[in-house]
Every structure is written in structure tokens, then in C-alpha cells.
């Protein structure tokens, strides 16, 4: 379990104890710089990785995360992600066809594409459909932009790792706050970096049996992943871009850079002029405006420089205030309308 208190964050081990102090804490941790000695240590086999995401296996957060798992050899990798991108897909399944899947080249991974969706690739990657047993631990991601407060509804990368949990599979959603004009490929690389003492004490706390069942992590890491402040355990807020839609003439849409923001000057494919009804318009949605309200805790972290931790559920609970009043008032409300 990873523990929080107001100033250290620190992640357990069986053997030993790595304490991370949100000020102190080294900004990044090179691979060879890990205590890998103390995994060896703790892990007395091989573990087995599951990668997923939404961005498509060509995505280069996915591929950095897997070669770094790959470049600690201490795991076996696996990766069941969708052949092309589905960005703000949620948790959509493909119910009415069948899904193709091709086993493509990643080195130290074996690794399928998937026409499908990420609950999609999930669901396949941990049945015994595809692999031959289920993982350890699934990891999703690692996405191109920030995945946190509402967006975590939208998020395809965080319903990989829900669907993993839904069968009983530790998981990780992992998402970069990619910055346009700030952010660079090689920050994959850091940011996989950076999360890797938590992907290590969750399969240690996995192994000694004693990390919790019934929620998995979103893990959202800050633009400047380099000189991050730390871990923060944090809890989602209601932080969301705000929408409008505009009537267009040309199909052209922009690239989704996040779950809800769009580059609107970068190449993308053309909507079929054929398939639009005759007589048909064409509406693109827009971001007009990313508002973060003082609680949440979620986004802010990740805004002040921190990497958010968020442990996150399935059940969508009410408002207590909005629970309290159809307990109170509305069953009155109903009898008083039945009456008429």
C-alpha cells in the first residue's frame, strides 16, 4: 500500500524502505541508479507486465514505458494495445464484431495490436485468450496529456486499467501532462523513469499479498517530469476543459493531444465527404478553457510540479448532499405528484 503523511512519501518494501521526501526527493531515477538488488530481493520470480494504452502501440509513451521494463530484466513484458488511437474512447467496448489481432515487432515484449478499444485490449490481454495466463499487473499508458478530475471519465487510458481491475488485476493508469511547444519525445523517457519505484512497490506489495483489491491507481506525471517535486497521494477533483462546438465546411480535425484538448494545426485524416448525409452539417468540438477549482487535488498537484497518485474506483457515488436530499425530500415529492 502506498502511504502518504504531510511531508514524506515513502514506498514500502519488504526488505527495506525507500523514503521519498517532497522536497529532497533525487528529480528523477536512472534505471541503473534504482535499488534493483532489493527487488531481486523481495521477488523471488519473474513478474509479468501487461502494457495497454489509447494512443496505439506505435505511441511513443507506450514504447518508452516498455523498454524500460524491458531494459530492468526483471520482467516479463507484454503489450495488448489498440492498433491505431483511441483517445477519449472511455470505457467503450466492441460488442457486435470481432476483434483482428496482429502480433507486431517490440523488442523484449511480445506484443498484438488490436482493432478494438483499451477496455478492449484489457479485457483480451488478461483473459487466456491471448496470453496464456493473466499478469501481475497491467499498466496503461503512458498517454500523451494529463488524464485527471472529469477527464478520468473520458479517459481511454484510464479505463485500461479499470477494465483490468473489473477482473481482479492490479492496475496502473498512466498519463504525461504533454505541453505543446514545451514537451519533447524524450520526456516518455523520464516520465516512465519516474514512475518506475511505484511500479516496483506495487509488485512488492502484490507479492507479499498485501496490496489492496478493490481499486486500481491513476498516476499523472507534471510537464517538467524532470524536476518533479515528488509523489502526492491525491484524490480526483471535478477539474475539466470546457467545450463548445463550431459548424465547419471541411472535416479536418485536429490532433487529440490530451483526452479533451486539441492541436487544431496538426495533420490528421479527413472526414469522407460520402459519409455525410446529403444535406448534412459538420460540428467540431472546440477546448475553450481548463477550469481547476481549489479542490482539486488531483490536478493541482500535477500543475504545482508534483506527480498525483490517485487510488480510484468504479462505483459513481452521489453527492452526499444530493444522496441526503432523495432519502429526505424526493420520495415526498413523487407521493405528492402520484396523487394528482
Not at 506495487?202 to 496490496?211: D, F, G, M, P
Request: with cysteine.
Amino acid at each position: 500500500m502506498i502511504r502518504d503523511s504531510p511531508s514524506l512519501k515513502w514506498l514500502p518494501f519488504k526488505t527495506t524502505q525507500i523514503l521519498f521526501s517532497v522536497h529532497k526527493i533525487p528529480p528523477i531515477f536512472p534505471v541503473r541508479g534504482l535499488p534493483q538488488y532489493t527487488i531481486a530481493a523481495t521477488m523471488a520470480s519473474r513478474t509479468t507486465i501487461m502494457v495497454t494504452n489509447d494512443d496505439g502501440i506505435n505511441a511513443p509513451g507506450l514504447r518508452a514505458l516498455v523498454k524500460l521494463l524491458v531494459s530492468t530484466n526483471l520482467h516479463d513484458v507484454r503489450v495488448c494495445a489498440p492498433d491505431s488511437e483511441k483517445s477519449a474512447f472511455s470505457h467503450c467496448i466492441t460488442w457486435s464484431r470481432d476483434l483482428a489481432v496482429k502480433q507486431v515487432e517490440i523488442e523484449g515484449a511480445t506484443a498484438f495490436a488490436v482493432s478494438g478499444t483499451p477496455a478492449d485490449c484489457s479485457s483480451l490481454g488478461v483473459s487466456d485468450a491471448l496470453f496464456p495466463s493473466a499478469p501481475d499487473l497491467v499498466l496503461s499508458g503512458i498517454n500523451v496529456g494529463s488524464n485527471c478530475g472529469y477527464h478520468i471519465v473520458y479517459s481511454g487510458t484510464v479505463a485500461g486499467a479499470r477494465e483490468a481491475y473489473f477482473n481482479g488485476v492490479p492496475a496502473l493508469s498512466i498519463s504525461y501532462d504533454w505541453a505543446k511547444g514545451v514537451s519533447n519525445i524524450n520526456d516518455f523517457d523520464l516520465a516512465a523513469e519516474a514512475c518506475l519505484p511505484i511500479i516496483n512497490a506495487v509488485l512488492a506489495e502484490i507479492k507479499n499479498k498485501t496490496y489492496p483489491q478493490r481499486c486500481f491507481l491513476n498516476i499523472d506525471l507534471p510537464t517538467n517530469v524532470r524536476c518533479h517535486k515528488g509523489y502526492k497521494i491525491t484524490t480526483q477533483g471535478k477539474s475539466i476543459f470546457r467545450m463548445k462546438w463550431k459548424q465547419v465546411t471541411s472535416g479536418t480535425q485536429g490532433k487529440m493531444l490530451s483526452t479533451m484538448e486539441m492541436d487544431a494545426n496538426s495533420e490528421s485524416p479527413t472526414i469522407n465527404a460520402s459519409a455525410v448525409p446529403e444535406g448534412g452539417l459538420l460540428f467540431r468540438r472546440e477546448a475553450v478553457g481548463h477550469q481547476i477549482e481549489d479542490s482539486d487535488f488531483d490536478a493541482r498537484a500535477v500543475k504545482e510540479g508534483f506527480i498525483s497518485v490517485t487510488p480510484l474506483g468504479a462505483i459513481s457515488p452521489a453527492e452526499p448532499e444530493c444522496q441526503a436530499y432523495f432519502n429526505d425530500r424526493f420520495p415526498s415529492a413523487v407521493e405528492r405528484y402520484s396523487a394528482l
